[in-house]
């Protein structure tokens, strides 16, 4: 029966042979490689958030929960160089008040990203921090196995730009896996 | 015989032989046949347009440009993928909601395209849930043929027979529909039967298998948004349009060619670029078919067939029985779009002896269905089995024959049953 495969064949080449290896080219953007397909272990998280970042979407909720038994720390940054700034240019009254916003806005914020985390079954601590928001992260990644940040860590973005510059430095000076959303 | 017949008919049965050979292309052969047939003159060159039917290479010609536009957007692949996440990486799941949404996809577009577009991500799925592609490759290609059954635009024998019968659209949904419905899943609970005990995943695997498809993000196949949200509201809007062209009082073809002017203008998509990715190919092959199949009409060896026919079947209920089976089996073997083109002037010619109407549901339940019956049935089988040979995946033709004629009967002994109750009663 094999000339009836050969016929199989050389109808698929007819009817949709070239049509399959453009739809294939489009397809590989999407399909995962083996080596990315292997799990690291993954003891340590660190999920960083600052005022541009969005709430965790359910799928890296789903995704934090396979790792049970992994510790988390969930860190807000405030950005020191904007404080500096606002202190520099409008003064220490100026800034405290900033200071207070964001640390309320902080506060809050955290608040309810640990209300979600609260059904993941694991253990997670929280701080908020001050520094320089890519400096931060890349000195405290080296301490976890696996980063998670927003798209939009660090700045707003745009319609043409859907990573934030922040984020991009980030992800290529980390040496760790990292979880963007 | 005269001997014009005689050439007609030798000129039929050898492009029908190259055809299915497939030494040469399907288009070349059909070309071949039709010139030869306007140099004998047997088709003078006046009745042309009478022959080339118009309607169905319009309505398919828009189609195509509607289809690839859209499919530039990302659309189908966002499709994919949205599938792939709702099944969870459940074996079930993926076969059943594949299948539905193969099925769905195919009753408007056509089955060639549906089916390339969903292959690539189903077979990726099933390597990482490490189970047996094949049912999931048959049911998808069994559900692309029976969607298509089940609408004017779903299969090119409905375009052909919707034309040359005056069908419209409802009335495909309405005859067609419940029969695809109620196929559709027959088939997967078929398949399911034949397969169960090789469509369990490893359970110590599931969540590393549902990871893997949960990170696939369907927004990231969206290469052009704006693209995206027109071609869906066009797509809408085309299907909206086929349910009221006849009440509009206008062809389908014309719907299909508004729906592909509106978005070419919208999107300000490239024509050039829109117009090459139409297959003209295809829409050759059906034109010099029609030139071939009319050179029988001319003849009068359509007429011979017709009038024996009608001399032993008695009844609009044997025609029914006979028209659905015969096209059914014929379907399984040879292209069903040749061998509808060859039935349609012989049921126009029965016409005149018996109501047609429901004939022409037995043939666009044979023709559509029959072509589940072997791997080279359909074009959809063909590049299924293809894209599986491609990646590793060996279906043979006596795989695909055991369960492709299973399916085959039940679904056309479903089908010519329900026409039976509806046009002949018990």
Known sequence: MGWLHDIILRKFNNIAGTRYEEILKAYQNFFLTEEELVIPEINSILLVFDRFSEKVPEEVHETL???EGATLRVVYVIDEGVLKMIRETLGEEAAEEFRKKDMAFAKTFLKEVEEKLGDLNIKFSRKIAFGDKAEYVEGLARKYDLIVISRHYGSETTRTHRVSPIVFRIVQHVDKPVVLY | MEPMELIALAIFIGVYGLIMSERIHRTVAAMVGA?????????????VPEYLDLDTILLLAGMMVVVNVARESGLFEYIAIKTAKLSKGSPMKVLLLFSVVTAVVSAFLDNVTTVLLLTPMLLYITKKMNVNPIPFLLSEVFASNIGGTATLIGDPPNIMIGSAANLSFNEFILNMGPIALVDLFATIGIIYLAYRAEMNSHKEN????RMTIMSMDERDAIRDSSLFRKSIVVLIGVVIGF???DKLGVEPAVIALTGASILLLWSRASPEHALEKVEWATLFFFGGLFIIVGSLVETGAIAQVANWMVGHVHNEGEAILIISWFSAFSSAIVDNIPFTATMIPLIKAMGSHMNTY??????????CLGGNGTAIGASANVVVIGIAHREGVRITFNDFLKVGMTIMITTVAIGTAIIWLRYVGL
């Open chain 2, 358 to 367: 429901p004939l022409w549901w037995a043939l666009s339940l044979g023709a």
């Open chain 1, 65 to 67: 929960s396979a790792f």
């Open chain 2, 243 to 245: 349910f009221f062209h």
């Open chain 2, 206 to 209: 599931e969540e590393g298998i």
């Open chain 2, 35 to 47: 010139s030869l047939v306007l140099l004998i003159k047997i088709v003078p060159w006046e009745r």
